[in-house]
């Protein structure tokens, strides 16, 4: 896969650190939720986009600091 995302509906992730635990894995992106409430597809739609839109945006700065 391209990304893997932990998407998890418990502030602390601890499906995530399971997961690290048993298989080494660790998630680079988490959607975490804390108030009990299911996710709706346009919310994590929306969450998915603006963590890519934030990544590439730093990437770009990197980029730009290793020209200078």
């Known amino acids: 896969a391209k990304r893997a995302v932990l998407v998890e509906n418990n502030g602390s992730g601890q499906l995530g650190s399971l997961i690290k635990l048993e298989t080494g894995f660790e998630f680079r992106e988490k959607l975490l939720k804390t108030n009990g409430m299911q996710f ?29």
Do not use: F, G, P, Q
Request: no cysteine; aromatic share 0%.
């Open 40 to 68: 709706s597809v346009e919310e994590i739609t929306a969450m998915l986009s603006k963590k890519k839109s934030t990544a590439k945006k730093k990437t770009a700065v990197k980029k730009a600091k290793r020209k200078k």
